[in-house]
């Protein structure tokens, strides 16, 4: 579309937002566009689409929720993965997790990356499953289990207002300050000496939020409120019946061949 690289330095397609600011929830960042790559030694990249006005490029929700649950997911398997048990107990122990919850996940050895863990990428309702029913604190023992369930929760809790048919101006409002809170959560900073009682360690990195992330926390919501004024909400603007066929397709044809279907390849976004 035009857009620059995810992670070139104005990498957002709707404000002149930094890379290094992407965490950022104190500013608010207008669906003004980007213009900031034109300035010397900045090259954007020209629209693709010139005759469609860039209010028009509505983010699809669905990929909001693929991808931010990649991170999640990707965030709660490095915690786990480091640990010495993971190959003769962790591993399987969250495989019959997910089976439990009726989601078919394996992990495996990645031949792409020399040997580092991968594992099934899910799509949209199984990765919604895993958000609500998950049980992260059987694996992350005290309160950060407990917090990190809760941010996966939420996570869907937002998503869930983010696809309602109709919305009140009053949910809108509610839905901004929620989802700039849950970042706020997701990068909290850690708190008091190490060892002390006071101790409290954030969850992740302010560099662990994405791009995806900065859409749905800044973005989303004015989009909310623009498509209202038209009498339309997000889901018609969702891909989702399109995914699902990419999906079958691809699952049969690999299927059929020595890739083996169900252990396709983590998707690169
Ligand atoms: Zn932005």
New binding site residues.
């Given amino acids: 579309m035009g857009l620059n690289a995810p992670n070139s330095k104005y990498f957002?397609l709707?404000?002149n937002?930094q890379s290094e600011l992407r965490w950022d929830m104190d500013q608010n960042?207008e669906n003004s566009g980007n213009h900031a790559c034109n300035v010397k030694g900045e090259n954007r990249k020209p629209a693709l689409f010139p005759a469609i006005n860039q209010e028009n490029y509505i983010p699809d929700e669905l990929h909001l929720l693929l991808r931010i649950v990649d991170v999640l997911m990707e965030c709660f398997f490095n915690d786990v993965i480091k640990k010495k048990e993971f190959e003769k107990k962790i591993k399987l122990e969250i495989e019959q997790a997910m089976q439990n919850i009726k989601v078919h996940f394996e992990f495996f050895k990645s031949r792409s990356t020399s040997g580092k863990w991968d594992w099934t990428s899910l799509m949209g309702p199984d990765k919604k499953r895993v958000l609500e029913h998950f049980p992260i604190s059987q694996f992350i023992s005290g309160t950060r289990g407990q917090e990190i369930e809760k941010l996966w929760k939420e996570f869907l809790r937002l998503y869930k207002v983010l696809r309602k048919p109709f919305l009140s101006d009053q949910e809108i409002d509610a839905f901004e300050i929620d989802a700039k809170q849950w970042i706020r959560t997701f990068y909290c900073a850690t708190e008091g000496r190490p060892n002390s009682i006071s101790h409290k360690p954030g969850l992740y990195r302010k560099q662990d939020v994405t791009p995806y992330m900065?859409?749905f926390a800044?973005?989303m919501h004015q989009f909310m409120r623009q498509l209202k004024m038209k009498n339309l909400s997000l889901r018609y603007f969702s891909t989702s019946s399109i995914e699902r066929k990419n999906h079958d397709q691809v699952r049969l044809f690999f299927g059929g061949t020595t890739m083996g279907g169900g252990t396709e390849k983590k998707s690169e976004y």
Avoid: D, T
């Fill in positions: 957002c709707y404000c937002c960042f900065h859409v800044q973005h």
